[in-house]
């Protein structure tokens, strides 16, 4: 059993009497003590036409069954995958650009550059692989479907310019991934540049050089002229020694879709990258609920290759129908198995949908608490002036109740917006407005995902309202 017939009651919100009725009705015979299963749950909550978050456990996700388990020795080490963020026009494409035409792996000079969503570069005889997306949004969007697929990500920062809202958001996106971070202060070929004051305003964001006593590593480049992408990549080598990526190579691929399309000529094209495993041609494989086998596969310059393994990106055909991008890829021993499992998950989906997934939400926090599954409230605090989000910050930050701290994941001054809500949904955060609201985008992501939104105007009413429910004293919301 998932939970009791009481329990039950208090997440739809009624009287455990009316669902004890429901059950007779649907011929049950139950207590209030009794537990009910994950279909009854459904059943009772479809008969109070009220949406119920009905995650299925990941043992259930047949992805994660049929993995074939590493043991230590078969591990080896991978390319680190690195994601460019930053604010807008701080040179992100530039740099993506500028890393790409600069260091082709030996064997693939002189092909043609493809777009696949991602590439690979050797430096120093080693790999590194750069998703070619650049923004935090596609990064935590990918997240907020699970799939967490960046090592490092590269925040930069135009040195005419300084720290901008952006950048805030991109260090607040990297931080909630546990992503170590990578400072490129671009430009600095202008006349105007000032990487100095760069890395003053980023102390404030606990990103502190080496040089003053922290251990945030910073990269003085110009992307346009080519400059310090030596010293880059030689600090991307470095953070990925000391973090020792690895995966193991011998055993069915498994990895994430980063982008799919459906081309005229070739049908459903998916590019990919393989997290572990080699993924080779003519292998059975199911990406998100779509299946297929691997008819051709390229990569980033256009050639054709027999078999892909971890870190790697490739751009494939062969499969049925369109999946996601941020969907998990894995392969399977034969075309039979891929359908029954790409059909397994599509009846997973389906009922996960019905919930979407367990947002936390102030209403059911004291009883994620209870359960012992939440150590940290996750809060993404936005607000008309600076000066009121900071005390926010503060008051949030202080309170105390016994075994359960807040932890902001981001501030920042206007609107709520929707890559505010994309964080929430990655990590599983609530969103709170003081003088602000969420624009239309935003709102109709988070009712869409079911992030909660608390909008105040008076401080202490936010920290009594988040007090109030981490302590489980909050009526619950009609
Ligand atoms: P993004 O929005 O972050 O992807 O920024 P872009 O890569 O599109 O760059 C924005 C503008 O800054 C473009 O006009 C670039 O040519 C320019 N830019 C990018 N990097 C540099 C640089 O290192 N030096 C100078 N002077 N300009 C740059």
């Not at 429901?22 to 009910?36: P, S």
């Not at 008819?295 to 290759?305: C, E």
């Amino acid at each position: 059993g998932e939970m009791t017939v009481g329990e039950l009651a208090k997440l739809l919100h009624k009287d455990a009497s009316e669902v004890i009725k429901k059950l007779l009705f649907l011929g049950v015979m139950a207590t209030i003590n009794q537990e009910v299963d994950l279909e009854t749950i459904q059943l009772i909550a479809d008969e109070f036409k009220v949406e119920v978050d009905l995650k299925l456990p990941v043992s259930e996700d047949p992805f994660e069954e049929t993995e074939e388990k590493d043991e230590e020795a078969d591990l080896q080490e991978r390319p680190a995958v690195v994601t460019i963020m930053g604010h807008v026009d701080h040179g992100k494409t530039t740099l993506l650009d500028a890393i790409r035409k600069t260091n082709v792996t030996s064997a693939e000079a002189g092909g043609i550059t493809q777009h696949i969503g991602a590439y690979q570069v050797e430096y120093n005889n080693k790999k590194v692989t750069f998703l070619d997306t650049p923004g935090h949004e596609a990064f935590t969007l990918m997240r907020s479907r699970g799939a967490q697929v960046t090592d490092i990500t590269i925040i930069v920062v135009a040195a005419d310019d300084g720290v901008m809202p952006q950048t805030v958001e991109a260090i607040s996106h990297a931080k909630a991934a546990n992503c170590p971070i990578i400072v490129a202060v671009n430009k600095v070929d202008k006349p105007e540049a000032n990487p100095d004051r760069v890395k003053q305003e980023l102390t404030e964001y606990e990103l502190v050089p080496e040089e003053w006593g922290g251990d945030t590593i910073f990269v003085n480049v110009s992307a346009k002229q080519g400059m310090g992408l030596d010293e880059l990549l030689e600090m991307i080598l470095l953070v990925s020694e000391v973090n020792e990526y690895k995966a193991n190579p011998d055993k069915r691929a498994r990895g994430t879709v980063i982008e799919a399309e459906l081309d005229k000529g070739r049908g459903p094209v998916v590019r990919i990258l393989v997290q572990h495993g080699t993924l080779k041609v003519g292998d059975a494989f199911v990406a998100g609920t779509c299946f297929g086998r691997v008819r051709a596969m390229v990569n980033d310059r256009g050639r054709r290759l027999k078999e892909a393994g971890p870190s790697t990106p490739v751009e494939i055909t062969g499969l049925t129908d369109v999946p996601q991008a941020g969907d998990p890829f894995m392969a399977f021993e034969d075309e039979r198995k891929a359908r029954s499992i790409a059909e397994k998950r599509a009846t997973t989906y389906r009922q996960s949908q019905l919930g979407a997934n367990t947002r936390v939400t102030l209403d059911d926090l004291f009883k994620h608490i209870k359960e012992g599954e939440m150590k940290e409230l996750n809060v993404i605090i936005k607000g008309d002036v600076q000066g009121s989000v900071e005390a926010l910050r503060g008051s949030l930050q202080k309170i105390d109740v016994e075994g359960v701290r807040v932890k902001i994941l981001h501030s920042g001054v206007g609107a709520i917006t929707e890559s505010d809500i994309i964080l929430a949904t990655a990590s599983n955060a609530i969103v709170v407005g003081f003088n602000v609201r969420p624009d239309a985008q935003a709102k109709a992501t988070a009712d869409e995902e079911k992030v909660d939104i608390r909008l105040h105007r008076v401080i202490y009413t936010i920290v009594e309202e988040i007090e109030q429910a981490m302590k489980g004293m909050l009526d619950p919301e009609y």
